[in-house]
């Protein structure tokens, strides 16, 4: 088998970045592709979500509950004492 580095770039793509050259080879390699089993499991896995009804109902804007305010102040207020914590 040929080792020359013209094979190798021509193998896993050329590296133009200087970052990519100094790299090894074996850093350059494809990616594993996944095993017949995981395909079979993940196409039908898609298949019984296409068949269920995942999608709730649409949302009527003029019923806003009092508990979707609350619900969306205490999630807003959490998320303002988060971002306010990690700054300080």
Same mark, same amino acid.
């Given at each position: 088998?040929?080792?020359?580095?013209?094979?190798?770039?021509?193998?896993?793509?050329?590296?133009?970045?200087?970052?990519?050259?100094?790299? %090894?080879?074996?850093?350059?390699?494809?990616?594993?592709?996944?095993? %017949?089993? $995981? $395909?079979?499991?993940?196409?039908?896995?898609?298949?019984?979500?296409?068949?269920?009804?995942?999608?709730?109902?649409? $949302?009527?804007?003029?019923?806003?509950?009092?508990?979707?305010?609350?619900?969306?102040?205490?999630?807003?207020?959490?998320?303002?004492?988060? $971002?306010?914590?990690?700054?300080?």
């Amino acid at each position: 088998m040929n080792k020359s580095p013209a094979s190798i770039a021509a193998r896993y793509g050329t590296t133009r970045h200087s970052f990519r050259r100094s790299l %090894p080879t074996h850093v350059l390699r494809e990616l594993p592709r996944q095993e %017949p089993e $995981v $395909v079979a499991a993940m196409r039908r896995a898609e298949e019984r979500l296409r068949e269920l009804e995942v999608r709730s109902e649409p $949302v009527n804007l003029k019923r806003i509950t009092m508990q979707d305010l609350r619900d969306f102040l205490i999630a807003y207020c959490a998320c303002f004492m988060a $971002v306010m914590a990690f700054i300080a």
